[in-house]
């Protein structure tokens, strides 16, 4: 979902920290050399090239121990740009523009494969997760991590809202947005092939009295953001306008209660 806002809110997000550990629990580890799919602004391939960087090796390789691709073109260039800002250039990760169903990368070519984020948006995920095999060593590690039921799990709503609520992600899954992508990795890392599959789930987002305000400004953005996309592919721009503002009247009410779940799969290529 393109909008002028996604890069700024993505970059806001994103936990350094929390990104780190969810990374070394799926197997990253100093020297490697990894792939960051749907990398965004490379707020997270910029945590991977610090973890990696931990190994001389690495230091001293002549070639980029981490690569971020993304289908958008801004998103690469944004990412570019940040990454020069880097306090050591020279283990600045090397940003791609493709697509995650066609990498372009030979087979065998990295260590590590991870993806954030990217699969909930994706119309063949699967494919995806293919490619993120094909393009990793035998032995190596393939991780994706995302969502379980964001956006849908308030409580109360209007009835009126959440029927236009469950409506409007009922037209997202139909333009290519899964909310319940998370709960589906599992059984497609089995599929795969993989072997000494993991799976770990993580409380994402709990908010007892509505949404915060500190984390106002992200969810401001990814209302907008769907409800744009919603009227730019599905029309009726009124309806879904009424629905962003219902939605951000309701979700900062005292008694509403909110939880999402991240879930983390990782295996091993044969």
Known sequence: ??????????????????VERQLVFAG??????ALDVGCGTGAVTRVIA???????????????TAVGVDRSE?????????????????LSPQFVHADATRL?????????????????????PRRALTEMVRVVKP???????????????????????????HLALSQLRSLGFDQHVGRKLFSWFCESGLRDIAA?????????????????????AKITTATDFLSNR??????????????AHQLRRSNVFYYSSLIIVSGRTK
């Open 1 to 18: 979902m393109e909008h002028p806002e996604e890069g700024a809110r993505l970059e806001a997000k994103t936990d350094v920290l929390e």
């Open 28 to 33: 990253l580890a100093a020297g490697m050399r």
């Open 50 to 64: 610090r973890v990696i960087a931990a190994d001389e090796a690495s230091k001293a390789a002549s070639w980029p």
């Open 74 to 90: 801004s998103r690469v260039r944004q990412a570019r740009e940040l990454a020069k800002r880097g306090v050591n250039r020279s």
């Open 104 to 124: 372009p990368f030979d087979d065998s070519t990295f260590d590590f494969a991870w993806s954030r984020f990217l699969f909930e948006y994706l119309s063949d």
């Open 139 to 165: 032995g190596g590690v393939v991780a994706v991590a995302d969502l379980d039921g964001q956006i849908e799990q308030f409580f109360p709503l209007s009835a009126s809202l959440d029927r236009e609520l």
């Open 200 to 220: 770990r789930v993580i409380p994402y987002q709990v908010y007892t009295g509505g949404v915060p305000e500190h984390e106002w400004p992200n969810w401001h």
């Open 234 to 247: 599905a029309g009726d721009m009124t309806r879904w306008t009424r629905l962003r503002t219902e939605l």
